[in-house]
């Protein structure tokens, strides 16, 4: 039995007996670690809130022969705090965390860019300056390029020629005419401009954008998420849209023609 | 493993909430040993529950008839509403004897990584109570957690156009702790919700 340290953002929390849970963290040196917090879901807990989903958090780790135990936690971040606040927030956070979760499939195999990746993900978020689903798409885009699945997105997917007219995403982004697929969908030119400004990081494009296109690209972006992702991801239909003046809060929906159909089994 | 029968107890008795593999084998073994009037009374209970108890039509709490005991009480004040995510939180109010008011059970909270929205839980039913105006007042009392205040905010921000008086539970400092051990958060909320000392 040995102690370890680390810092990472809590994923998930399952409850197990009486008064514990399986806390999962995103680590930044160790990977993804499924630890037990003995006693977590006391009132009189040491852990507190410190061990809520969103939390960045610095913390001690007792390696056991099954799961590792928590020992100590101080807050780095309680980016949860303000995204319970703000509803779009908050959903699309989930949609982060579980995101996160799935792309790190392995525990204890190092990931730090994915770790990277969601506490500016986060942190983004909660800053503010840039629509939650934008902060999202963005997101999701550049956590698939991480983990090996970067949508094509200038040249065709299939034979590199440049002048590109439909996204495929069984083909891995845009195509050309030639090698469209039936059923692909053709989006307008200036939803792949989003697309490309999401994954650049490329903000003062991205908060200029129009709503038809954000919302194209949200439905873009989900499928080709879900497409690469064996289950879909079950926070992305509660996942809301900022409310503009005057607008009914409305789920953003994932279909974009037949060409979104899930990833065969 | 245990031979069919026993085995089949103990993995039963291993899917109740809080009950893991070795408590399980405990409660089996206790009821083996234990006389047959007491373990039929328990069996008869069982069925009887799921036979006889119903949620009532009103604010989903546990009842034994179509409506509640509060729900029929004529003496609750019918001008406040006190959401809550489980019939086991009237059970807690309750006990503290301060409120006077009616109850809204929502059956759990928001939870999107567990795939549970607005729409798994009881807030269409909520929506049409507060709709011929007699509600003045709404205690939002789900559970201090994360997904408790984010079911609260949904909430909030729901019943906005209709000019409630919405209220949160105050959360903070758990009575007969140390302020030392306490988290950010928990400390953060007792700020927040901190009250006039009026001697
Ligand atoms: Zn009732």
Redesign the pocket.
């Known amino acids: 039995m040995s102690l370890y340290r680390d810092e990472g953002i809590v994923l998930r929390t399952h409850k197990l007996g009486e008064a514990d849970r399986i806390i999962t963290i995103l680590t930044k040196r160790t990977g993804k670690v499924r630890g037990v917090a003995k006693g977590v879901r006391r009132t009189t807990s040491k852990f507190g809130a410190r061990l809520e989903p969103f939390t960045h958090v610095d913390v001690q780790f007792h390696t056991g022969r099954t799961l590792d135990v928590i020992t100590q936690a101080e807050t780095i971040r309680p980016y949860g705090e303000s995204l319970v606040a703000d509803y779009p927030r908050y959903t699309a956070g989930s949609a982060m965390l579980e995101t996160a979760d799935r792309l790190t499939v392995a525990e204890k195999e190092p990931a730090l860019r994915q770790f990277l990746l969601l506490v500016g993900g986060l942190r983004t978020l909660v800053e503010r300056g840039h629509e939650a689903r934008l902060v999202l798409d963005a997101y999701f885009l550049r956590s698939l390029a991480v983990a090996g699945y970067a949508p094509a997105l200038e040249a065709c997917a299939k034979c590199r020629a440049p002048a590109v007219r439909a996204f495929a995403i069984v083909e891995g982004g845009v195509v050309c005419g030639a090698c469209r697929p039936p059923g692909a969908a053709v989006p307008a030119g200036e939803t792949i401009a989003l697309m490309t400004a999401l994954m650049r990081g490329d903000w003062p494009t991205a908060d200029a954008s129009e709503s038809r296109h954000r919302s194209e690209c949200s439905g873009l972006v989900a499928a080709y998420l879900q497409w690469h992702l064996e289950h879909g991801i079950r926070s992305l239909k509660h996942v809301e849209r900022e409310q503009v003046q005057g607008e009914r809060p409305s789920p953003v929906t994932a279909s974009v023609g037949s060409d979104t159909a899930p990833h065969p089994a | 493993m245990y031979e069919g029968v026993v085995q089949n107890l103990i993995d039963e008795l291993g899917m109740l909430p809080g009950v893991g593999p070795k408590s399980a084998q405990r409660i089996a073994f206790h009821l083996l040993a234990a006389d047959p009037a007491d373990v039929k009374r328990l069996a008869h209970v069982l069925l009887e529950v799921k036979a006889k108890v119903r949620f009532?039509?009103?604010?989903?709490?546990v009842?034994a008839e179509e409506?509640?005991?509060?729900?029929?009480d004529a003496r609750r004040d019918p001008h406040v509403i006190c959401v809550v995510e489980e019939s086991k939180d009237v059970v807690a109010i309750e006990k503290t004897r301060e409120f006077r008011g009616?109850?809204h059970?929502l059956g759990g909270a928001i939870s999107p990584i567990d795939g549970i929205g607005p729409d798994d839980l009881r807030v269409r039913e909520l929506m049409t109570r507060l709709a011929d105006g007699v509600v003045t007042e709404l205690i939002l009392a789900t559970d201090p957690n994360l997904e408790g205040e984010a079911t609260a905010t949904y909430l909030a921000r729901l019943v906005k156009p209709m000019g409630l008086k919405v209220t949160r539970l105050a959360s903070g400092l758990p009575v007969g702790g140390d302020l030392e051990y306490a988290d950010e958060v928990t400390l953060g909320r007792a700020f927040e919700g901190r009250r006039l000392l009026d001697v």
């Open positions: 009532c039509q009103v604010c989903g709490n009842a409506q509640c005991r509060i729900c029929r009616r109850y059970v």
